[in-house]
Nanobody, 126 residues
């Protein structure tokens, strides 16, 4: 499966962005999806994930309450709605997919994800 993330940009602190990741190639509903981010000089961190059926989601503590992950299997797209953005949210955001074993299967470890998009830059100014 090929993934293309888009929707990043420059936003002021307190603002919102919605990232999108469109998948192509294989049946999108076979995959659990996740978002990760990597700030300059830091490791790539988990942000959020969603099972293929959309029935289970996980969020990093750092974004819980501010971020919502969702998916539209008919459009082969996963979304990351980010609100109340902070300067520390500045990073390159990557979407990723993992082979799914059930409609509840969702992962938080980057090593579990076999497919990655190219990343989209999010910059939050103070």
């Amino acid at each position: 499966v090929q993934l293309q993330a888009y929707g990043g940009g420059l936003v002021q602190a307190g603002g919102s962005l919605r990232l999108s990741c469109r998948a192509s190639g294989r049946l999108f509903s076979n995959y659990g999806m996740g978002w990760f981010r990597q700030a300059p000089g830091k490791e790539r961190d988990f942000v959020a994930s969603i099972s293929w059926g959309g029935t289970r989601t996980y969020y990093a503590d750092s974004v819980k309450g501010r971020v919502t992950i969702s998916r539209d299997n008919a459009k082969n797209t996963v979304y990351l709605q980010m609100n109340s953005l902070k300067p520390e949210d500045t990073a390159v955001y990557y979407c990723a997919a993992h082979d799914s074993t059930s409609s509840f299967d969702t992962r938080r470890l980057s090593d579990d994800y076999a497919y990655w998009g190219q990343g989209t830059q999010v910059t939050v100014s103070s």
